[in-house]
């Protein structure tokens, strides 16, 4: 039996592992409710004319499928945190709840068993951002009669930052011995630990675009709107609040960075459950 | 052709504790051997690192003439096992989880369904296959820790307190069970249990603090010490 077909085998069992976890249905629900209120927000309370209201009207963004885009799926990107529930448990509890003592004495390489799991994990969140998504188009569809074209750009950013949420929580999985400290970790550092280290970079004037949280914020550029702009803020590309650079992320290289994120932390998770000893 | 299990010079330390001490032994095709000792002399230890969970400091495990560092996956084909309190997947029924460890295993279609069925039989879990084992007690779990051991049909078992959590009858039948396999298989197994160990083997390895202190057979034990339970304790003395 090839590796390969081992690492089908795993990937079904572990998919399914997914799919039989209340966690997962808990998390798509949570997503679902979320986008369905943002939406119900945006058009109820008409958001786009109250965030810009202190705004010079020269310089506002007027309502369109763009605008309704960037606003909806900047909020389906919290799907991409079911992620690490996903993933913060997939190698510690193998050793913390002693499930490893049946998987682990198998034929079968450690790397094969990551790697099936990761894909599990990546299929879970994916299915999860495909629903927000959808959601978000149906009702860009039903409001505009259109579909923004950047849609499709965004969704496959935010393909690629949960596939290096993923990673991050992969790696803390595998070194940490207990599973609800490899998803705070993960938490911890994507959403403190990174957005104190951009913003340190920010103010020092230094553009933070390889910082994984900065290069994730990409899920909103596809659609050409000017984010701070957007968001009540200053007009965007390059200038500053209060001394913090609010640099447009570069959709291109944003995704390579998070590809980067995604390799780099994924092979450190390989490489660290190698290592791990079943004490 | 070699032994089933050989074990040369085996050293190994957890944070700078000598937990392993040089150990050497073999056991042949067919032999049941127990691996007798207190709690914390280093008998779990030798087993996980037979079955690829620990790196030996020093020294090499060979299980069917296979180096299981250098050929972990090849040497792991050849062996059955139950190591500590083994752990399912909650959500899975014992039926799924045979079917995924199967397939692992390289087994498949309607052997696959054949043998899962059989042994599941054999650990009397028949009513419970399509329940989900968060629903198992201990003894349960441990049933069908033995199946998954025997799923297989390995040539060796490895096996660490295998009848622990098993009520009066599970332990009667598991013996039984295991009498029969080994017959047929080379069984190595690990316990404290002086009465369970002189009722399943022969030959027996009495290790403490990280060092094998004899290994023979009870029989010549039971002469040399006057009782077998002299022996353990003369062969122990100082353990805690």
Redesign the interface.
């Known amino acids: 039996m090839s590796e390969l077909e081992k690492l089908k085998v795993v990937t079904k069992y572990e998919l399914l592992k997914q799919l039989r976890r209340k966690r997962f249905y808990g998390a798509l629900a949570i997503t679902v409710l979320v986008v369905v209120l943002t939406i119900g927000l945006y058009k109820g309370l008409d958001l786009p004319t109250k965030i810009q209201a202190n705004i010079p009207a020269t310089l506002r963004i007027p309502d369109s499928a763009n605008l309704f885009a960037l606003f909806v799926t900047s909020v389906s990107a919290l799907a991409i945190l079911g992620a690490v529930f996903f993933s913060g448990d997939a190698i510690a509890s193998e050793f913390e709840r002693k499930t490893g003592y049946i998987l682990f004495p198998n034929p079968v390489k450690r790397t094969t068993l990551v790697v099936g799991k990761y894909i599990a994990c990546f299929i879970a969140t994916a299915a999860i951002l495909v629903v927000a998504y959808l959601i978000s188009a149906g009702a860009s569809l039903g409001f505009y009669g259109q579909v923004p074209g950047g849609m499709l750009g965004s969704f496959v950013i935010a393909l690629a930052l949960a596939s290096s949420v993923i990673s991050l929580a992969f790696a803390f999985s595998a070194v940490l011995k207990g599973s609800m400290g490899a998803t705070i970790a993960t938490l911890l550092t994507y959403m403190v630990v990174f957005q104190v280290i951009s913003s340190g970079l920010s103010y020092a004037g230094y553009s933070p675009w390889f910082m994984l949280d900065r290069a994730g914020d990409a899920i909103t550029a596809p659609y050409g709107v000017p984010l701070a702009q957007a968001f009540g803020g200053m007009a965007g590309g390059g200038q500053t609040i209060g001394g913090l650079m609010q640099a447009s992320s570069d959709p291109a290289l944003s995704f390579f960075v998070l590809l980067v994120y995604a390799g780099a932390l994924f092979m450190l998770s390989i490489w660290l459950t190698k290592r791990r000893e079943m004490i | 052709m070699q032994d089933s299990i050989v074990i040369d010079n085996l050293t190994k330390y957890?944070n700078g504790f000598l937990a392993l001490d040089k150990v050497s032994l073999r056991v042949k095709w067919n032999e049941d051997v127990a691996l007798l000792g207190p709690n914390g002399a280093g008998k779990t230890t030798t087993l996980?690192i037979l079955?690829?969970?620990?790196?030996p400091y020093s020294g090499t495990a060979r299980v069917a003439g296979i180096n299981i560092v250098e050929e972990r996956?090849?040497a792991?084909?050849k062996?059955g096992?139950i190591?500590?309190?083994?752990?399912?997947?909650p959500?899975?029924t014992p039926q799924?989880?045979l079917s995924?460890?199967g397939?692992?295993?390289?087994m498949d279609g309607s052997e696959l369904e054949d043998r899962i069925k059989e042994v599941i039989k054999l650990v009397r879990l028949t009513e419970w296959a399509e329940v989900k084992i968060e629903k198992f007690s201990r003894g349960m779990k441990q049933r069908l820790?033995l199946a998954?051991a025997l799923l297989h049909d390995p040539p060796i078992l490895i096996l660490d307190e295998p009848s622990l959590g098993l009520d009066p009858r599970g332990m009667v039948e598991f013996r039984e069970i295991l009498k029969k396999e080994k017959k047929k298989k080379t069984v190595f197994f690990a316990s404290h249990l002086l009465s369970e160990v002189a009722l399943i083997c022969k030959k027996v390895a009495i290790i403490d603090r990280g060092k094998l202190r004899a290994y023979d057979d009870i029989s010549k034990l039971k002469k040399k010490y006057r009782s077998f339970e002299k022996a353990y304790l003369k062969l122990t003395e100082g353990a805690i």
């Open positions: 957890y996980k079955c690829g969970l620990l790196r996956e090849h792991i084909s062996v096992a190591l500590e309190t083994p752990e399912f997947y959500f899975f799924e989880t995924y460890l397939r692992l295993r390289g820790a998954q």
